[in-house]
């Protein structure tokens, strides 16, 4: 088969590193390259704008400054991890990718996605997933589920409720504009439903290609 780059998106707890974890091995098991990774971070140098970005207080940034480091974050892992990994003919699977900063700073930052639109452009070019998979949870139910984890990454957690319900609706307006992308999932389901609605895309992909 032909290498695939599979995105997870979703809001915070909607399960993406458990689902990225499961397809992992699954394409594992099938003999197929493949790396996982997320974002931010990814490299070394990503990894520490993660730490910026995702501890401390919700107001230590601006919305255009945390946007930008989003997309320096992404500028440094597309270079150094997604486009060699690709290029050399492995499998890509990443947690979260540009859909997040659309929904994140794009909609609940008010900044637009046209802008980030721009910003993808000029930084990224013109690089998309094979597949995107929306997982699609209730926000109190995905923070619940985030917020008793001991994980000192709670800064975008701390976000008022209307922050997150922001998020959810941006996602699933992302995911109607691009049907031929992305796959919305009921992330409320177990696990292994989840993983098996996964596989049959990933496996229709595979014969595809």
């Known amino acids: ?4 780059f599979i995105t997870f998106e979703g ?31 990814g490299t070394p140098s990503a990894e520490i704008l993660r730490d910026l970005l995702t501890t401390g ?46 929904a994140y700073q794009g909609v609940a930052h008010n900044l637009g996605i046209d802008k980030m639109e721009k910003l993808k452009k ?23 589920r985030s917020l008793d984890r001991p994980n000192q990454e709670n800064r975008f957690e701390s976000y008022n409720i209307d922050f997150h319900n922001k998020i959810r609706s941006a996602f699933l307006e992302i995911a109607k504009k691009n049907k031929n992308r992305c796959i919305v999932v009921d992330a409320s389901l177990n696990e292994q439903e989840i993983n098996n609605l996964i596989i049959t895309v990933i496996d229709n992909l595979i014969t595809d290609k």
């Not at 930084?123 to 699609?136: A, C, K």
């Open 1 to 4: 088969m032909n290498n695939l």
């Open 11 to 41: 809001g915070d707890g909607s399960g993406k590193s458990t689902q990225v974890n499961l397809l992992k091995d699954y394409l594992d098991n099938l003999n197929f390259e493949t790396i996982k990774t997320r974002e931010p971070g």
């Open 57 to 102: 207080e919700v107001e230590k940034w601006t919305p255009m400054s945390e946007a930008l480091l989003m997309w320096a974050s992404r500028y440094e892992h597309l270079i150094q991890v997604i486009e060699p990994a690709l290029n050399s003919g492995k499998n890509v699977i990443c947690d979260r990718f540009y859909d997040s900063t659309y």
């Open 122 to 144: 000029i930084i990224i070019g013109d690089i998309e997933p094979d597949v995107t998979f929306v997982l699609d949870i209730d926000p109190k139910v995905g923070l619940k």
